[in-house]
């Protein structure tokens, strides 16, 4: 029965499969087949075999913040992981792809000798830190290996070579050092080797000769030296090689003719020389050529005119000569031809007609002649085209016009005459075009900006004549514009409207005519407004001074008349106003004293009358002061010897001045010319004038001064003439010692008369001396601090205040330190908005209870905040004293409106306001105010916290550093006392180690606000991961503040600038940051250069290697915050000191006196004896 049952079920199945369709047969057997394989490697291979256990311990040592390897589990098979693919049949890992997950980690805790059977290793675009193993040389079967985009370090290991079936590997945009193993030649199966942007040196390896199979060789963007190996020539099969960015010298080997299918050479900024060899014209299949920025010599070889498929073709910035070879004109695939900055000369070949396919073309800065060639409008798709800084000549052709497509135009520095061709009102997409410096003449055609597209326009020092282009006046698009030395004729009230983005704009020398318009005060981003030498009439409208952003205002050589309105200072940014050479009358306005950064000041050659004002005194930044030819009268105001950064001028002549010269004069001590002549001076030449070293050129002429001139270097008579009497040193004054007896006896009556008086000057001197030390002996003996005692405790000192009443205002006005009055909490205590009855607004620090107890030596206390009472300076916070009773301490400050940068910076409409402009200033009102503090104040001061919560903002935006010396002040088991003083954030590292704060610390903690200011929040993580390659290539335009627009050119070299300083401050090594004064100067030096670059193409790695100062500076020392004193305030010594001081002190009045009752004797005797001489000759009459 079972054998039936058994031959039943074999035919049953046999029948089932012969009703089954022979292709479902197959798929089901396979089906069974896999199914079957399956359960056997399951039942082979355990999920924890040993490639997955050593995955496991890798991901242990990694960050996944996405969660990338969430699958990596023990319970799952690894072959179902995350990027990990397997080889079913023999049970291991074959494919390893984790591109771009965002792990971080290094590669010493992956266990590469497990990994044997790995074919495919994608580890790239992650966050990979440290070297890569040796052990890596496992991987015997690995034919794709992919590590770039991390952050690894250290050298190639040479056990790359056992990696023989190796056929990509990709290691670019890192941070590998060494050189290139020359082992790497042994991998003869190699495709594609990139090696790019680390920091691989030395040469490049003949061996990579050998490696044949070669198609793609990157070693660009290291810094790789030697020559180019002719080895290479034997790499047929390649079809790139980019050697571009690094130190190669040595000239191009012509073996690269041999690679028949290379595609793209790339060499350019290295330091080859030599010539471009003739054989690279055999390249067929070349696409993309560039060589630039390099030494090469040499003509262009013709036979680059055979490389019939190049697209891009860049020979400049070499040193290449002759002309421009015709036969270029046949490579009609080319878009791009750039053969600027060589010595090219002849003409542009008309052959160049058939480059149909060009979009860029620039010959610029060469000298080539002749014309334009007149099909050259055949270039149809071109978009930029720059033939300027050449010697061109003869007219514009008229197929210009069919060009489009152009957006930039540079012909300017030519020969070009002739007027423009009416054809050129085609260009409708002009982005920005310029056609200075040559002879153009005509009119501008009136349709220059009917695209609305035109930003940059420059047609200066042409011969145009008629009306500015109608269409410029709704050019609401426009930067920069540049119309200056033509023979334009307008009514500018007419001519121009209003353009929001406008920065520049120069319109000097013309023949423009009409009044200045208010609505300029609508262009709010323009910074130069330059309008001189045309015949501008009526008054400087006062709208000017809305102009919030200017820089430079020059309305001189004009009509204008009428007074300067006074809101002309509200122009807090303005470097140069030039309002010369007009009719303008009245008085100087006192208001010019709020020009704090003004450093050319000319308002010569009008109608001013009245004094010079004396507030002039209080702009610190001026270089140049020219009033000369005016009507101002009165005398030289004294203040003018506070100038002491004037250098290049002080012009006062051809006015009405009168008086004697201020010795105040001689404190300016970088004055190079010095013009007070034409006027009605008297009295001697200061002698103390003769220590103004600097000075080139004086002029005293023409005014009713005598006696001894002090000795200039290079004074002529002519510098002297029409004076009074004078005598001197000078060429061709007379001696002084050449007096007659007549005026002797003249001068002795008048020496007796001068000694009387300075007799009896000098007895009322000794009285009032006596007087005062008197005052000093009965006075108390802390004579600067108000003292009112309580008990036995002092209830308050004050400084520059009247210590009771001001003590009992501040509680009264806070209602005994209510909260309502609470604008601001630290970690000292908080601080109060306090409006004293004398309406002045001050700002209350009232340390926390705990605090209160925790105040280092009060009497040092208060003698150390007294020396920050005396510190001036318009970016720190004036302290005016401090208070303390039995209930609270507190400190009395100056009270800034806006409140704290931080604030500003956390808030998104905060941010807003403050724009590239603001943010720099912000920068150099903290630099400017540490410097002061560095180097300027005795003893030395460390401020030793600076941070974003502690620089305050008044309400034009500028900067106050507030709460220096706070720390130091507490001792050590205070509340908020720690051993490294400073905020965490804000803190140099090297206070990790070493407690002691120097002014470097200071320089760091600069350093981390000034990056906080420009990418708008605390830079801890872009500090941290700085030497990260990763963070290195990214463009200075990502970091940046994303809230507000990047910075227009005109202020992205100044934002450029603050970054490299930024990183430089920022150095871990205390010796390599700069000083604060070095800081500020830098900040304050005024840029006239322009970014090659836009921010967003210059990367941090590029400011990184930037050297913030060519000169080589030494180390400077470290100075205490405070010079401590050597012994108590109480101690014996000191008062020795102070008993000796006194005695010195009366000792000092004692000889004084001495001497004045000698000088008496001798007045009264020579008085008696010119009394006896009188009678005598009256006897003998």
Known sequence: MESFNSIELRMLTQHLISCIPLPLLLVLLASSSLISLQAQVSRASSPLDAQGKALLQWKATLQDSRGALQSWNPNISPCNWTGIACNLRERAIKKMNLYGRGLAGNLDALNFPEFSSLVFLDLAHNRLQGPIPSSIGYLHRVSFLALAMNEISGSIPSTICNLTRLSTLYLFNNSISGVIPPETGMLTEMEDLVLSDNHLTGPIPTSLGNSTMLKLLHLQGNQISGSIPTELGKLTKLLSLGLSQNKLSGSIPSSIANMTGLSVLVLYSNKLSGVIPNDLGALGNMTGLDVSNNSLTGPIPPSLGNMSKIQVLNLFSNQLSGTIPPNLGNLIRLQNLSLHFNNLTGSIPPSFCNLTQLYAFYVHYNSLSGSIPQNLGALTKLVGLDLSHNQLTGSLPSSLGSMTNLNYLYLHTNHFSSSLPREMSNITKLVQLDLSENSFHGQLHSEICTGGLLQHLSVMNNYFTGMIPKSLRNCSSLLRVRLSDNLFSDNVLKAFGVYPHLYFIEMSRNNLYGELSSNWKESNNLTSFLISGNQITGRIPPDFGKMNNLVELDLSSNKLEGEVPGELSHLTFLLSLNLSNNQLSGRIPQEIGNFQKLEMLDLSANNF???????????????????????????????????????????????????????????????????????????????????????????????????????????????????????????????????????????????????????????????????????????????????????????????????????????????????????????????????????????????????????????????????????????????????????????????????????????????????????????????????????????????????????????????????????????????????????????????????????????????????????????????????????????????????????????????????VIALKCIESDPENRPSMKDVSQKLSKHETRQLLLPLSAITISSLIASEMDSERRLPLGCIPYLVEPEQPLESPLYLLYVILTDLAIVLHLILLSAVMFILLVIAITDLQLCLMAKQLMRRER
């Open 609 to 1059: 009358l009245g004094p010079i004002p004396a507030e002039l005194g209080n702009c610190p930044s001026l270089l140049s002061v020219d009033l000369g030819r005016n009507n101002l009268n009165g005398t030289i105001p004294s203040q003018i010897g506070k100038l002491t950064s004037l250098q290049l001028l002080l012009d006062l002549s051809q006015n009405s001045l009168l008086g004697e010269i201020p010795s105040q004069l001689s404190s300016l001590q970088k004055l190079e010319n010095l013009n007070l002549s034409h006027n009605g001076l008297f009295g001697i030449i200061p002698p103390s004038l003769d220590q103004m070293s600097s000075l080139q050129s004086v002029d005293f002429s023409y005014n009713e001064l005598q006696g001894p001139v002090p000795h200039f270097k290079a004074a002529t008579l002519q510098l002297f003439t029409h004076n009074k009497n004078l005598c001197g040193q000078a060429q061709g004054l007379h001696p002084c010692a050449a007096s007659s007896k007549g005026t002797s006896k003249r001068h002795s009556g008048r020496k007796v008369t001068f000694i009387v008086v300075f007799s009896i000057v000098g007895l009322l001197l000794l009285l009032v001396c006596i007087t005062v030390l008197i005052i000093l002996y009965r006075r108390p003996r802390n004579s600067l601090q108000t003292n009112v005692e309580v008990g036995n405790r002092t209830a308050f000192s004050v400084w520059n205040f009247d210590g009771k009443i001001v003590y009992e205002d501040i509680i009264q006005r806070t209602e005994n330190f209510d909260e309502k009055y609470c604008i601001g909490k630290g970690a000292h205590g908080s601080v109060y908005k306090v409006l004293l009855p004398t309406s002045q607004t001050v700002a209350v620090k009232k340390f926390n209870q705990m605090e209160t107890d925790s105040l280092v030596n009060e009497k040092q206390f208060e003698s150390e905040l007294h020396i920050l009472t005396q510190l001036r300076h318009r970016n720190i916070v004036k302290l005016f004293g401090y208070c303390s009773s039995p209930q609270c301490k507190f400190l009395i400050c100056e009270y800034i409106e806006r409140g704290s940068l931080l604030h500003y910076l956390n808030d998104e409409e905060g941010a807003k306001e403050l724009d590239w402009s603001k943010r720099i200033e912000i920068m150099k009102g903290i630099a400017d105010a540490l410097a002061y503090m560095h180097d300027d104040c005795v003893p030395p001061i460390v401020h030793r916290d600076i941070k974003s919560s502690n620089v305050l903002l008044d309400s034009e935006f500028g900067a106050y550093i507030s709460d220096f010396g706070i720390a130091r002040l507490m001792k050590p088991d205070s509340s908020s006392w720690t051993l490294c003083e400073g905020t965490r954030g804000y803190m140099a590292p090297e206070l990790a180690y070493a407690s002691r704060v120097t002014k470097k610390c200071d320089v760091y903690s600069f350093g981390v606000v000034a990056l906080e200011i420009l990418l708008g929040i605390h830079p801890g993580d872009f500090i941290s991961s700085l030497s990260s390659s990763e963070v290195q290539n990214i463009p200075v335009g990502e970091v940046l503040d994303p809230r507000i627009m990047l910075p227009d050119e005109h202020i992205a070299i100044d934002v450029t600038k603050a970054t």
